[in-house]
């Protein structure tokens, strides 16, 4: 048979940037192989990541010409960032950060990213993290914070942004803020969330491997644990996924990627939001990966957080 197309041409060397085929090329997920995620060796590998990370966060808050400052909403630590030269007073975002329940920290490249984008205030969660603080501490603090400033007004022009383990946060976070009869945010974005605690899909399998952030063997499981503890994995405050959903709930735009290990989970985010009557929007970004979007030298990465803003009405 001749005609065939070469198979450099339909694949993600036909379609991606440069900087994406190189990251793929030089970024492999880190594994715990052989061990489980104790609270030391969780503070072991945060350490090494803030020292390693250190000069790189103050490279790219001078880049992006933002401000940080540590306060505190409802007694939670919170890192407030905000574009240097001002910015927009009528709308912010309140942003729950990754790490898969036990890494990662208010102060990233993400909080940061999002000021500078949008040229708005930027309120970032420092929530507890796991295995020393597992189910429920984390949520609780970020369902804290969000009913401090919705009792204050602050949901008007509110944007609440979740990334990975922070989008799942922030699913469970609104749907409690629903029950309670608070006022809602303007929309959720939940970039690449791992939705599901009983980790259950095909992206699971399939993309373990093909990621080039996120594995699930030997990382996502043992971080999952952790935060899981003798807790219910597939309770709907941990899978939300798993949660009914009811009008009124924010409009929410899920993002994701054809590599991200977590596709599945977000897909089945997005019906149960579907069939509970939520205006929910699912964005699959062919070829990329777990968080590719906060990724600040990236052409896709930029595509998103426009089609993000377009979302928002902030374009």
């Known amino acids: 048979m001749t005609g065939l197309t070469p198979a450099a041409d339909v ?3 036909a379609f991606l940037s440069p900087e994406a085929l190189a990251q793929l090329e030089q970024e492999t997920p880190a594994r715990l192989a052989g061990v489980d995620l104790t609270p030391a060796l969780a503070a072991q590998i945060r350490e090494m990541g803030r020292a390693m990370g250190a000069q790189r966060k103050a490279d ?29 007073q009528d709308r912010r975002i309140l942003y729950l950060h990754g790490g898969a329940f036990a890494f990662g920290e208010a102060h ?35 369902e804290d914070v969000y009913r401090e400033l919705a ?8 944007a609440v942004v979740g990334m990975s383990a922070g989008a799942t946060l922030a699913a469970t976070m609104l749907s409690s803020a629903q029950a309670e009869g608070l006022d809602m945010p303007d929309a ?6 791992g939705a599901d605690m009983k980790a259950i899909g095909d992206s699971l399998e399939a993309n373990d491997g093909r990621d080039p952030v996120l594995s699930w063997t030997d990382q996502l499981d043992k971080a999952l644990a952790a935060y899981v503890g003798e807790a219910d994995p597939e309770a709907p ?8 959903y009811a009008p ?15 596709l599945s989970p977000c897909v089945r985010l997005y019906w149960a939001m579907r069939r509970g009557g939520v205006e929910a929007d699912l964005r699959v970004w062919d070829g990329m990966w777990h968080g590719f979007m906060f990724s600040p030298d990236l052409p896709e990465a930029k595509a998103c957080l426009d089609d993000i803003a377009a979302f928002l009405g902030w374009a």
């Open 60 to 88: 790219l808050q001078a880049r992006f010409e933002v401000e940080v400052q540590r306060i505190e909403i409802a007694e939670i630590p919170v890192v407030r960032v905000r574009p240097r030269e001002g910015h927009t």
């Open 151 to 158: 009792w204050g007004g602050g949901a008007k022009g509110l």
């Open 237 to 244: 405050r941990l899978s939300p996924s798993r949660a009914t």
């Open 188 to 193: 959720a974005i939940l970039l690449t969330p």
């Open 108 to 142: 990233d490249t993400g909080a940061m990213l999002l000021a500078r984008r949008f040229g708005v205030e930027v309120l970032s969660v420092e929530y507890r993290l796991a295995p020393e603080h597992p189910f429920p501490a984390g949520l609780e603090d970020c």
């Open 11 to 13: 694949g993600a060397a």
């Open 248 to 262: 009124g709930y924010p409009r929410s735009v899920i993002v994701t990627g054809t590599r991200d290990v977590l």
